[in-house]
């Protein structure tokens, strides 16, 4: 212990030896010199009005185009299970990581062709997680090309009427 405590101490002396504190004769400019008045052209005593879009608009017009989602063709029904399995499990928002996972651990395998489509369509097909989770909560009304059976079961399982604890997603079953 002593050991590691004297070359803790060579160092800081080391350290303290060596700094340079800042040299006090270099003159730092004040703000005041620094900032320019602001001027128009006209009356420089005020400021441009503000843009005709609104700060909300500014930052949606700097977001990356998000693909459009397109449903896989001639893909077979057990790899359409397992991907939608894998992506009810991988969210990115943990609220829709346990609500989708669970559901599919419960429903997935219960689900027929058509079921699978819709359920495949729900959670691909919107770009904002949170829109997702408002539905299937209620917060929000679901649109109307998102209501159907699918749709249903979700909210139902959202309700979690027989008071099930979801804190952790089910674990993977072998196949």
Known sequence: MAAPMRRLNGVC??????????????RVPSIASIARPYTSGKDSSKPP???????????????????????????PFETRRARLLYQSRKRGMLENGLLFSTFADRYLNKLDEQQLKLYDRLINEPSNDWEI???????KSTPEEYNNEVMDMLKQHAQNKDME?????????EA
Not at 13 to 26: I, K, M, Y
Not at 53 to 71: C, N, Q
Not at 133 to 139: A, M, N, Q
């Open 13 to 26: 002396r080391l350290v303290l030896t060596h700094f340079q504190p800042w040299n006090s004769t270099v």
């Open 49 to 75: 009005a503000d843009p005709p879009m609104d700060r909300m608009d500014i930052v949606m017009s700097m977001e990356p185009d998000i693909p459009k989602y397109k449903p896989k063709q001639n893909e």
């Open 133 to 139: 989770y408002y539905w299937v909560t209620g917060v």
């Open 165 to 173: 604890q979801r804190f952790r997603q089910p674990d993977l079953k």
